[in-house]
């Protein structure tokens, strides 16, 4: 059923809020070919004997909404007192509590709390109404058992998924480090040095005088400063003086030398006047 254009800005502005900013465990999502076609999905409250399931619920919008509620109904099988085999919900916001300010937002919210807080005073499933106010526990199992069957995907629905990824992969994303701000004139104006002047090493330090070495020099420099000072050139070294023991063996050489010479020469005599005697 076509519904007019301000009815249909209000759905499309209300579809728009749920998908940017979801509530807890509520996701929508709408046919391409017919966007009145809207399909609110639920998550099974923790703590609850729904917990693990994902329920759908439809939406019929008429040319009367926001004045009278849509019809709403559970498209997802499930044991409730408050819904019906076919899926219809009661709950008094879709009827006689309803108000032209409440949207699709406040529907799936509204049933969300029925799952944690169901009614058997006016219970659509007779049994299931007789069972949680006789027994909870039993109440209990067979709720679990029909979500485990109906309701429980092997995997999420992708409403949910894409969302937590995306939060996940927004949180593991590191934080970029500042760079440095340097201005373009800077840039320009710092010169370049060469690849030679950068990979020279650092100069080699003088080697230090020892304290000997600065005396020695030091007089050195004072004796020669007095020095022509006093006769304008250097002293004459003096000749080297002969040692003692020098001077004594090469006496003692001498006088063996002249005696061995004397010696020859008495010899040379006493022969030839032995040769004359013959």
């Given amino acids: 059923m076509s519904v007019t ?3 249909l800005r209000r759905i499309m502005r209300e579809l728009t809020e749920l998908r940017t900013n979801p509530p807890e465990g509520i996701r929508v999502v709408t046919n391409e070919d017919n966007m009145l076609d809207v399909t609110g999905i639920i998550q099974g409250p923790e703590g609850t004997p729904y917990s693990g399931g994902y329920f759908r619920v439809k939406f019929k919008f008429t040319e009367e909404f926001p004045a009278a509620p849509p019809k709403c109904w559970f498209a997802t099988k499930i044991f409730h007192p408050n819904v019906s085999d076919a899926g219809e919900i009661c709950v008094s916001t879709l009827k006689k509590d309803w108000k032209s300010s409440y949207g699709i937002g406040h529907i799936l919210v509204t049933v969300k709390c029925l799952l944690i807080y169901p009614n058997p005073d006016s219970a659509l499933d007779e049994e299931a109404g007789k069972l949680l106010q006789e027994n909870y526990e039993s109440y209990c199992q067979r709720a679990k058992l029909i979500t ?22 927004a949180s593991s994303v590191p934080a ?16 370049i040095a060469p690849a030679s002047k950068i990979a020279s090493p650092p100069p080699s330090q003088p080697l230090q005088q020892s304290a000997s070495n600065t005396i020695s020099i030091s007089s050195s420099l004072s004796s020669l400063s007095s020095g022509e000072k006093g006769k304008g050139r250097l002293p004459s070294p003096s000749p080297l003086g002969t040692a003692d023991s020098n001077v004594a063996s090469s006496g003692a050489a001498n006088k063996s030398v002249k005696r061995g010479a004397a010696a020859g020469v008495v010899g040379g005599e006493k022969r030839k006047k032995a040769l004359k005697r013959l």
């Fill in 148 to 169: 485990s069957v109906h309701a429980t995907p092997k995997v999420p629905p992708t409403e949910f998924t894409d969302k937590a990824s995306s939060a996940s992969d």
């Fill in 176 to 191: 970029p480090i500042p760079l440095p701000k340097t201005s373009a004139s800077a840039l320009i104006s710092t010169p």
């Fill in 5 to 7: 254009p301000a009815v």
